[in-house]
């Protein structure tokens, strides 16, 4: 389980969160939307402890990242930075990460396999495309089989067949009792996706509900969103 409580963030005189609070349950897929530059990236580095809050707290499993004995093998995160070492290969990108977290080295094949990624394994990770770059972070993510799972925008730059594949990955994870936040600017893609929304604007929670029951609110889930952002919009002007 995620908790985000309270959480405020400031980048000089701009608020990126705003007593942003959720909780994101096991056993199911949470997709956390909102458009660009609303606080998803930022919510998700300060759960991870690369960003300090100004206010609030967030807690993995009831502690909060920093406190975690071995973070790789309690939470896979997939951020939006090219996290790795440009000249190195895959596979010694993942060998590295798990031998700092005591990992069984045979655990990096495996994954490497699992995401598509065994015939690059030896190559440079610099020289990836976006799509090998999101599947090595993934990787990386899944290195520890950690029970909670954070992933920012997993689908940009992934094939069709990629995005299918991660959407049942996704599902199976949640399926099998994980903790899963998927990040995404596109309501079509976490509407298939996820069955439970958080919904931001401007660093503020909007909604935190089932995807059907968002849907239900308006005639479709693009209009409920849009429902909710407009109000947002009206609501900070007046
Ligand atoms: N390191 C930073 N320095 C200054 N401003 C930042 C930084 N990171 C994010 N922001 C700002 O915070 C807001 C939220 O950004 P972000 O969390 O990346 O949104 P999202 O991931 O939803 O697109 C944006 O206005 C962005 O410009
Ligand atoms: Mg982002």
């Known amino acids: 389980m995620i908790e985000a409580r309270g959480l405020t963030k400031r980048y000089g005189g701009l608020v990126a969160l705003s ?11 949470t997709g956390f939307l909102g458009p660009n530059g609303s606080g998803k990236s930022t ?23 920093h406190d975690l ?19 190195r290969t895959a596979r010694a990108h993942l060998a590295a990460l798990a031998a700092a977290s005591r990992i069984p080295e045979r655990r990096v094949d495996e994954v490497l396999e699992f995401v ?13 495309s976006l799509g090998m770059c999101q599947r090595l972070g993934l990787a990386a993510a899944l290195l520890g089989d950690p029970a909670v799972l954070l992933l920012d ?65 308006a005639g479709s889930l693009e209009d409920a969103i849009f429902d909710l952002t407009m109000g947002q919009i009206a609501g900070s002007r007046s």
Not at 46 to 62: K, S
Not at 73 to 83: D, F, K, P
Not at 116 to 128: N, T, Y
């Open 19 to 29: 007593d942003l609070s959720f909780t994101v349950e096991p056993g199911r897929v």
């Open 153 to 217: 925008e997993p689908m940009n730059g992934l094939d069709p067949e990629g995005i299918r594949w991660l959407r049942n990955l996704l599902r199976e994870m949640a399926g099998q009792g994980r903790t899963v936040l998927v990040s995404s600017h596109l309501i079509s893609e976490i509407s298939i996706t996820a069955q439970h929304l958080v919904v931001i604007g401007q660093g503020r929670l909007l909604a935190d509900t089932t995807v059907s029951e968002l849907a239900s609110r």
């Open 43 to 65: 919510a998700m580095r300060v759960i991870m402890g690369l960003d300090h809050p100004d206010g609030g707290r967030a807690t993995i499993g009831g502690r909060s990242y």
């Open 116 to 128: 598509g990624l065994a015939e690059a394994a030896r190559r440079r990770a610099g020289k990836f």
């Open 69 to 87: 004995r071995w973070p790789l093998r309690e939470v896979g995160a997939l951020l939006e930075t090219r996290a790795f070492h440009p000249g």
